[in-house]
């Protein structure tokens, strides 16, 4: 049975409706202010959101961090300890990172999560496009009276809260966006699949959000109690997890005219088939070497590629970009392995990061696509584990932008994630998985048969477990 058009439309109208009404309500209920903070409109929220607010304190968007039952032990993962190859990690890093926290003040370790003030609603429920966060200032945005310039030279505009606060409404891409199109340090580094474009997408770059029906982030991403389901891979270890979510949610029964096609989704994800390519507007980082960090080069002479992109920064090293790319398919049982810190590496191989498991003979097994996200980056040569890195940091910190120096950003970085620094660095090739959910195409435009099959077949089939293409049954 297919999710009716008629049924998102009036869900769609309902909100809209609903968001009028609140609208109204807010000017009077959050009265003439003034406030001089965000945690200040937040007291003013609390009186009437009481459990909304303390709701939302249990998810992952605030604690950023869970725990997890995994391999017979429990581990508390997230991205308060996961280690990546594009920013490194958390620890030491905090006031640039937590731009991106849905709080105020998370400025180092010692942020309190109980604090319900703390908590920011208007970066998620802001409707005016007026609201947003100041880079660098550990969630907080700009205030009236601060002079604030992000990059230096470019003046940053105070938040207008008492406008903002009286205009709250429900969430929307552009709120989500905020936050989800920036992951990696910017607009279309990280995930491939989730950059500006999907803002205001056209149906040929996503058919449910520039299509038609015009989806909302919420229409999959649905929430109770503020629980939204669809947890990101950098949290939920597994896809059995309740917040789960998939195609087949909406798209159930035998959703194709065809017998063949219908049989292929036992083993095949719908992604497979109606995500081509991602990065279709703006290229995604594919690459990113931080051993080459630190050069002094002219602007003039940095290179840049067939999209415009540089391909250097003195501050994170070299970078290759890609558009249009064809995702790796991966046999994938819900399960994510990841790596934990202090885990011991062979500095020898490219350490995965996070990898997906499943195989062809797992019955709980599908082929999905994926983004491969490949660099290099720094580690512990005497204790063989991947470093933690204090990249930015204020003048006469010892972080990586200010002196330029790895191993006093390497020592301070490891000290602030609690491990142990051996005193001597390397630098070792990561991998890390992103599994591709967006920029799904209408079925005219999905891969067709000879797409996957026959000799110019993008499908890898002895990496997937076969002889060969299965479509000859020698090979099965």
Not at 196 to 203: K, L, R
Request: hydrophobic share 30%; glycine share 10%; proline share 6%.
């Amino acid at each position: 049975m297919r999710t009716s058009r008629w049924a998102v439309a009036f869900s769609l109208l309902s909100g809209i409706v609903l968001a009028s009404a609140a609208l109204a309500g807010h000017v009077e209920l959050v009265g003439k202010g003034p406030f001089k903070s965000g945690p200040e409109v937040t007291k003013k929220c609390i009186e009437c959101h009481e459990k909304e607010t303390r709701d939302f304190m249990k998810t992952v968007h605030w604690t950023w961090t869970k725990e997890q039952k995994w391999k017979g032990k429990t581990v508390n993962i997230g991205k308060l300890n996961a280690l990546n190859n594009f920013c490194i990690g958390l620890p030491g890093n905090w006031p640039r990172c937590t731009s991106c926290h849905a709080g105020y003040g998370f400025k180092d370790e010692s942020f309190d999560f109980s604090k319900a003030e703390n908590v920011d609603c208007l970066v998620c429920h802001d409707t005016t496009g007026a609201y947003k966060k100041f880079p660098t200032a550990a969630g907080h945005p700009a205030y009236a009276g601060e002079a604030r310039e992000f990059p230096k030279g470019t003046p940053w505009p105070p938040a207008d809260l008492l406008k903002v606060a009286q205009s709250v409404g429900p969430t929307s891409r552009t709120t989500c966006g905020a936050c989800h199109f920036y992951g990696g340090g910017g607009d279309h580094v990280k995930h491939g699949d989730l950059d500006t474009s999907m803002a205001h997408p056209s149906p040929e770059i996503d058919i449910h959000m520039g299509g038609k029906s015009k989806m909302t982030c919420q229409a999959c991403h649905q929430a109770k109690d503020h629980f939204l389901k669809g947890e990101a891979a950098s949290v939920t270890l597994t896809h059995t997890h309740p917040s789960h979510i998939d195609c087949v949610d909406c798209h159930t029964g035998n959703v194709h005219r065809n017998f063949l096609v219908n049989k292929h989704t036992e083993r095949v994800a719908c992604q497979s088939c109606h995500i081509p390519t991602f990065a279709k507007a703006r290229p995604t980082k594919t690459w990113w070497d931080w051993s080459t960090a630190g050069k002094d080069i002219k602007a003039e002479d940095i290179p840049k590629d067939q999209y415009g992109m540089k391909l250097y920064d003195k501050m994170k090293g070299d970078f290759k970009w890609d558009k249009d790319v064809m995702p790796t398919y991966l046999w994938f049982n819900g399960n994510i392995e990841r790596y934990h810190a202090g885990d011991k590496i062979d500095p020898t191989k490219a350490v995965k990061l996070t990898h997906v498991t499943g195989g062809r003979n797992d019955p709980h097994s599908k082929i999905y696509p994926f983004k491969i996200m490949r660099g290099k980056q720094a580690y512990d040569r005497g204790n063989n584990t991947i470093a933690y890195v204090r990249v930015f940091g204020p003048p006469g910190s010892d972080a990586y932008w200010q002196k330029y120096d790895w191993d006093r950003a390497i020592a301070s970085g490891m000290k602030a994630a609690g491990q142990p620094y051996s005193g001597r660095f390397g630098f070792v090739e990561t991998t890390m998985i992103w599994p591709v959910h967006h920029m799904v195409v209408s079925r005219d435009r999905s891969l067709k048969c000879g797409d996957c099959h026959g000799e110019n077949g993008r499908f890898d089939w002895k990496a997937l477990g076969y002889k060969g293409d299965p479509r000859d049954p020698k090979n099965r």
